[in-house]
């Protein structure tokens, strides 16, 4: 695991949010500060090989720098990246770098958590392994996630203020390419980076 920035102490429990940030959101932020109240810090990852995509956009370094002008306003949110981008490989990325006892709680919306639990990773008990390492915090998007009835006890739902279900990296881009406005889908703090990056990169 690579730090680009890291807040200072061991958190007993750790909020990771691995995603592509494509650019990083109002809802990305909003996730991660609603996770604060569960966890002494929020851990942004963005690796550097994706399971389901292909790096497409802004490049990587872009990325980072978006996530650190995003992020600066926070002390306990800190950004890394690892070499794989599945769950389970974040996962074990983070404990050698917080330790064995930390609670990894993987941060998502509700549109993730139901690719992620029916993922097919081989084998049919894989992904309930995958339980016994981090649990779910899962955001609501448009409707209420029910995870499976086996999983409950390790996937949990996570409250937000505000209904950002039609906030997406997705919409950004799209309404960047039909010139309709976007400013307000992104923190203000990496608009203009943001205008930069993909008006070069559409």
Request: aromatic share 10%; with cysteine.
């Amino acid at each position: 695991m690579e730090f680009f920035r890291r807040a200072p102490g061991r958190p007993a429990a750790l909020g990771v949010f691995a995603g592509t940030f494509n650019p990083p959101t109002r809802a990305h932020l909003a996730l991660a500060s609603a996770a604060l109240s569960i966890a002494g810090e929020v851990l942004f990852v963005l690796p550097r090989v994706f399971p389901h995509k292909q790096y497409e956009g802004a490049a990587f370094v872009d990325r980072v720098r978006m996530l650190e002008l995003a992020t600066a306003h926070e002390p306990r949110f800190s950004i890394a990246s690892t070499g794989g981008g599945l769950f389970i490989d974040v996962a074990r990325a983070c404990r050698e770098a917080y330790g064995p006892d930390v609670r990894l709680l993987f941060l998502c919306g509700t549109d993730a958590a139901e690719r992620i639990v029916k993922w097919d990773y081989g084998r049919p008990d894989a992904f309930s392994k995958q339980l016994e390492e981090f649990e779910l915090l899962v955001a609501d998007r448009k409707e209420n996630y029910l995870p499976p009835a086996e999983y409950r006890a390790r996937i949990h739902p996570l409250r937000l203020d505000e209904d950002f279900s039609a906030v997406s990296a997705t919409e950004v881009r799209e309404r960047i390419k039909r010139n309709e406005p976007w400013h307000h889908l992104v923190p203000e703090s990496i608009t203009g980076f943001v205008e930069l990056s993909y008006r070069a990169n559409p």
